[in-house]
């Protein structure tokens, strides 16, 4: 069983994970809290940031791990989707460490990473498997039939859930990124807003209408009252958080009704709102679903979700080619 370095560095956070033996032993993430302060992400600082950051980040992880480069089998990789510039960095530091050791590089799709962080611990889903994958960037149903044998059954067609949260949490006065912030403020609240859910056929999603449906209401409500933000904050986060729940659970639940599967596994930042977890929770006893919830550590971007791909896909004998570029967008 090999011994692999795997790099993640599609966004804004830096990532190096040791695998041995299909054991994480270590991962370590270095966030680039600087965009804060901005609202969202920037490109050219978030790349600027990897590059300051790849050399510490790998250190660490090889001296967390207890293992020497001479140990290392092969480097795996992100090399997509994510912001060029920031893949870039990534990938040019695995090439020149493969070059370096002689070792073969493992090129890793960011998305199949994610739903393949469910195979890092017990209880790993049976195939096939349905994963609601919801991050940053990304909003999709996949069908997962093997490791690398996956199709999107539904995806959204403009924002995507996370983004949601952070415009919304943007529109609200709270920080870059807002759906951990959200979440924490919705805590053990009814909300009392009712947001729209988009009507979008099939299994897609879309949710440009509730940050705008959220614009206007408090627009509306700012005119009566200027601290209407202030005064209502948490039953806003609330309402927001259960709109956005309830429109990713009834697609899911198209999804298992159309496929019959009933194992279900989340991925990606969102997978650890708890509101989604406690509806998955319920989901389990009303739909008779088999849930799969990675550890949280595993489900918002990091190494050991590479870690584990490049695992499976060292076994299978798949080896990228040393001029392999980023790419930006692109399904799998
Ligand atoms: O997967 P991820 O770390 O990075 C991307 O690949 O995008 O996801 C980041 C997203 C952000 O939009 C963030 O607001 C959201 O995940 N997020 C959450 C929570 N934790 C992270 N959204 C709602 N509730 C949370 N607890
Ligand atoms: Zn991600």
């Not at 993640?8 to 956070?13: F, G, N």
């Not at 790998?58 to 791990?65: D, I």
């Not at 469910?118 to 997962?144: K, M, N």
């Amino acid at each position: 069983m090999p011994t692999l370095l795997a790099i993640e560095s599609s966004c804004d956070d830096t990532s190096v994970s040791i695998i041995k033996d299909a054991e994480i032993l270590s991962n370590v993430v270095s966030s680039q809290i600087d965009h804060t302060k901005y609202g969202g992400v920037i490109p050219e600082l978030a790349s600027r940031k990897h590059l300051n950051n790849i050399n510490i980040v790998v250190k660490e992880a090889l001296g967390k791990s207890k293992i020497k480069t001479e140990d290392i089998d092969a480097i795996a990789v992100t090399r997509g989707p994510g912001l060029l510039g920031s893949l870039l960095v990534g990938l040019s530091f695995a090439k020149g460490l493969a070059l370096n050791l002689n070792k073969p590089l493992i090129e890793i799709h960011h998305m199949q990473a994610h739903i393949l962080a469910h195979f890092i611990d017990e209880p790993r889903p049976e195939f096939p498997f349905l994963c609601l994958t919801v991050s940053g960037g990304h909003t999709q149903i996949v069908q997962v039939d093997d490791y690398f044998d996956m199709k999107i059954l539904g995806e959204t067609r403009d924002d995507a859930a996370g983004e949601a949260f952070d415009k919304v949490g943007k529109m609200i006065g709270l920080d870059y990124p807002a759906g951990p912030i959200i979440d924490k403020l919705a805590q053990d609240l009814v909300p009392t807003l009712t947001f729209p859910i988009a009507d979008v056929p099939d299994l897609d999603f879309s949710f440009s209408g509730l940050k705008t449906a959220v614009l206007y209401f408090l627009r509306k409500e700012i005119a009566r009252d200027p601290n209407y933000i202030q005064t209502n904050l948490s039953n806003i986060c609330a309402s927001v958080q259960h709109n956005i729940v309830a429109t990713l659970t009834q697609k899911l639940i198209k999804a298992s009704h159309a496929t019959g599967i009933t194992r279900i596994g989340i991925a990606g930042g969102v997978s650890a709102n708890s509101g989604l977890r406690h509806k998955l929770s319920e989901l389990s006893v009303s739909e008779n679903w088999q849930v799969y919830r990675p550890a949280i550590k595993y489900t918002t971007d990091n190494a050991a979700m590479i870690a584990i791909a490049g695992h499976y896909k060292y076994l299978a004998g798949d080896f990228a080619s040393i001029d392999m570029i980023p790419f930006a967008k692109g399904g799998f």
